[in-house]
């Protein structure tokens, strides 16, 4: 019919399209890995990049259809995906409207366990030296009701934070006096002293514990010793008891990698199962824990870890694929960045970084840091990520320390080296306690970093399961969900 | 199997002439409601007419065949249309033209689908619009249903409004809406708007000041690349506005739907522009993924535009997959359920209004028949080649 117009009317001239900004990277002989302004990835070859880049595209020729609806390419009179991108990434970035919701309260530097991967703990039965006092959890408190966010978070760590149980008491009770913000509590325990008192008390304040658990009984009692070679024990059984009294979602467990875990994935996996829980957190070797040696080091650990992670993944999909559905919680995290807007904060991997801004760390003497890791770099002679005391100090104080806006403005993935043109930026972070203490300097040479090379060997990874296996890639799909 | 709505009236007395047409309401003859000036006794049979006039209804409508005789003291007025239209009942509200006697049914209290066409002009032309658009000065329209929105009953649990493009004359139009925030502030309000007025700010800020509790825009998305969208409407720079338009509308926390009307040009790129719709918009309220109505333009462009449902249920059903792992709310409509893959079943609704949806005779042996939106009666119905009974 002649009154319709066809196709072509309705194209716009190449000479009105401009270019959105994207990332790109080479992943094979003809192949690039593509990323618009939000982290949306498509894959172009050699060929489609530079037409794309010279804008040497017009509508109705693939490419241009392709690039459009990645938000690649605009027409430059055209408002919508701008705006959409602008919307996008304002829902990406609006964790940063909730300044410092974690408040780490160091009890107590007491513990009845030898971790070797641990620096911080002392085994001193010298209550005076190593517990925080109740003048300084009142001052910690100040502080952390002076962060403007709404809803904070209080997070009792050790040492063994029940070593010091009666302050965590006093804590809860004096932060539930205070009005103003809605308030969660965590305590980061053993559960080796965990008993009915404690449980009791969680329940009354709804306290989430948070445990460790390295895998079976031998691994786990390497990894963890305490007097009576137990832990591994009295972790399952406090475990067990906590989801019996508090409820399944009130205990949650954390892995840690040690050289010993690398070849013992699936069976720490199936420790996790076995306990009924809902998923595994693979967290990478903390290199304050271990002895960090050389830069050549870090990198060879990232691919062994890699190499690891991989196969504990894949396990994971194996389970749901049987039926159980089972989480691997970084993957998770990650996935919920690359395929939503929805705005994830987590401390570890987040620009601005989270250090001060996510959270604050209270140590039993006093001092505030960054991080907990930050906490650990002091405990071997390295203060830079201490911003200050807390009788000196108040929250603006410590926020608007040279120390903290220097470690934060020099590390932002948005515009450092290496980072700002990767094409995995928008879902990855900025890690400026780790690469000062692997580097010497908060921002890092990335290609050196073995935080970068985890980052892009998990979300390649992730990216190659979502685009080749169909039926993990709905697995992965679903918990990303919301 | 399609519902007459609109005729002419073989009879009509009373009326007078310094009013071009009016809006009526039908009672039940013995109807105890409080009577309202534009109430109509519904009479079927002469002894409805007597005891209407016992009654002193002032006002009758009669259905039946053959002319209508009223007794010399009725002075009152009377429509009669034929028995075609005995589905007429309590409640519902016609359109009523005083010199043509034409009459449309405007509202059906008893019907789930009832909507008010706004205006017969748009400016989009969609190649496949079922009511195409007319650029003829029809303003009359949304008086009538400003005069209409008091007689309906305000447990109505939805109604639509459709065009044309609604907001033509968007200051009347959105008067009408704030009318239906008065008078039925219970009902689901849909407007069905291509939503590029919303590209202006003032329009949008006024929709929001509406503050109808449960209003919402309908808009349909073509495609993810501009051209595309634009080709479909037939209008170049829709697809920026559309989209900057449902932006607008979220960013004031206002309910949107969006609507993709399935057919050769947009079928084969439903998966992708499902996918698009999943991570750009997943804060819309509701996305509807909507067989063809094969009539009006439809019909003219057939050969650009027609392609059996089986021929794209897998794309549709990966576009499902991807708006549902989005927490998007999902529908298919207008498809019966034996063309589709099983997987996008708990979506298919019985979505076709009760006026025009039908079946064939295969479908008697259909276990599923009654979790099925059938197919519709309008236009030139075309059938797809995967219809079959299911059976289990």
């Known amino acids: 019919m002649a009154r319709f117009l066809s196709p072509e009317t309705f194209r716009t001239a190449t000479e009105d399209l401009s270019l959105l900004p994207f990332n790109f990277e080479r992943t094979g002989a003809n192949q690039y890995l593509v990323a618009n302004m939000v982290g949306d990835f498509i894959r172009l070859t050699e060929d489609e990049l530079s037409r794309l880049v010279d804008l040497r595209v017009r509508p109705g020729d693939g490419l241009y259809e392709k690039a459009y609806a990645a938000h690649l390419v605009s027409g430059a009179n055209q408002k919508a995906q701008r705006q959409l991108l602008a919307a996008r990434l304002r829902s990406r970035m609006s964790f940063l409207q909730q300044s410092t919701p974690l408040h780490i309260f160091v009890v107590t530097l007491r513990c009845e366990h030898s971790c070797p991967y641990c620096q911080v703990s002392r085994q001193s039965t010298d209550r005076s030296r190593f517990d925080m006092s109740e003048e300084t959890a009142m001052r910690a408190l100040d502080i952390a009701f002076a962060s403007p966010t709404s809803r904070i978070k209080i997070e009792f760590q050790g040492g063994e934070p029940l070593l010091n149980f009666p302050l965590i008491r006093k804590i809860v009770a004096a932060a539930k006096q205070r009005s103003g913000k809605k308030l969660d509590f965590v305590i980061a325990s053993n559960l080796a002293l965990l008993d009915d008192a404690v449980l ?271 039926e993990d890639a709905a697995i992965l799909r679903r918990w990303a969900a919301a | 199997m399609t519902l007459p709505l609109y005729g002419t009236a073989s009879q009509s007395a009373g009326f007078s002439s310094d009013k071009a047409r009016s809006v009526l309401r039908l009672r039940s003859v013995d109807s105890a409601a409080e009577r309202h000036v534009a109430d109509f006794a519904l009479a079927r049979t002469p002894a409805d007419i007597r005891r209407a006039i016992e009654a002193d209804w002032p006002s009758i409508l009669v259905v039946s065949d053959g002319s209508t005789d009223l007794p010399g003291q009725f002075t009152g007025q009377l429509v009669a249309v034929s028995p075609k239209y005995d589905y007429l009942a309590d409640g519902d509200v016609i359109g009523f033209d005083h010199v043509s006697r034409k009459f449309r049914t405007l509202y059906r209290r008893n019907s789930a689908h009832n909507s008010f066409l706004v205006t017969e002009r748009c400016n989009n032309y969609c190649l496949m619009c079922s009511q195409p658009p007319k650029d003829v000065d029809d303003r009359w329209i949304l008086s009538e249903i400003k005069e209409s929105l008091p007689l309906v009953d305000p447990a109505t649990r939805g109604l639509t409004f459709t065009g044309g493009e609604t907001l033509s004359d968007w200051e009347d139009f959105i008067a009408v809406l704030k009318e239906c925030r008065d008078w039925l502030p219970e009902t689901a309000i849909q407007v069905l708007t291509n939503g590029r007025a919303f590209a202006d700010s003032r329009i949008v800020d006024a929709w929001k000041e509406i503050g109808h509790p449960n209003l919402m825009a309908a808009i349909p998305v073509y495609s993810a690349v501009d051209h595309v969208h634009d080709h479909v409407v037939q209008a170049k720079g829709a697809f920026d506005e559309t989209i900057l338009g449902i932006l607008k509308l979220k960013d004031r926390g206002q309910r949107v739907e969006i609507r993709v009307v399935l057919h050769a040009l947009t079928a084969p790129i439903i998966e992708d522009t499902g996918r698009w719709l999943a991570r750009n918009v997943p804060f819309v309220d509701h996305v509807a993924l909507m067989g063809l109505e094969n009539t009006g333009f439809a019909i003219a462009n057939d050969a650009m535009l027609w392609m059996d449902p089986v021929d794209y249920g897998d794309g549709l059903a990966r576009a499902v997959d991807y708006l549902s792992a989005a927490g998007i709310n999902v529908s298919v409509y207008n498809l019966p359920k034996c063309v589709l893959p099983k997987s996008v079943w708990p979506h298919a609704l019985q979505s076709i209004s009760d006026w025009k949806n039908g079946f064939v005779e295969e479908c008697d042996g259909c276990d599923e028949k009654n979790a099925c939106s059938g197919f519709f009666t309008t236009g030139r119905p075309r059938f797809s080649r995967g219809i079959r009974a299911i059976t289990s």
């Open chain 1, 200 to 470: 009791e008390f969680c329940k009354e304040n709804n306290v989430l514990l948070s445990t460790s658990l390295d895998g079976p009984a031998d691994l786990h009692n390497k990894n963890r010793p305490r007097p009576g070679a137990n832990s591994h024990e009295l972790a399952v059984a406090g475990i067990r008891r906590a989801r019996e009294v508090l409820g399944p979602d009130w205990v949650g467990a954390l892995m840690t990698t040690t050289e010993a875990s690398l070849d013992r994935v699936d069976e720490i996996i199936d420790e996790y199962l076995q306990l009924g829980l809902d998923g595994i957190f693979l967290r990478p070797l903390s290199p304050f824990g271990f002895a960090i040696k050389t830069k050549q080091f870090a990198k060879y650990d990232a691919q062994k870890w890699l190499a690891f992670y991989e196969r504990g993944l894949r396990r994971v999909l194996e389970i749901n694929r049987q039926g159980t559905p089972f989480r691997e919680f970084y993957a998770t995290l990650l996935l919920t960045r690359m395929l939503s807007d929805r705005p994830i904060g987590y401390v570890d991997l987040r620009s601005p970084a989270g250090a001060g801004l996510g959270a604050l760390v209270y140590n039993y003497d006093g001092s505030v840091f960054a991080s907990d890791e930050g906490r650990m770099l002091a405990e071997t002679g390295d203060d830079a990520f201490r911003l200050g005391h807390v009788e000196r100090d108040s929250y603006n104080s410590l926020i608007l320390s040279d120390k903290l806006i220097g470690a934060i403005s020099s590390s932002l993935t948005q515009c450092a080296p290496e980072c700002s043109t990767c094409v995995y930026e928008s879902h990855c972070g900025a890690d400026p306690v780790y690469h000062h203490a692997t580097q010497g300097d908060a921002l890092g040479i990335k290609p050196l970093s073995a935080f970068c090379a985890r980052q892009k060997g998990i979300m390649g990874l992730l990216l190659d399961i979502l685009e080749n296996s169909p």
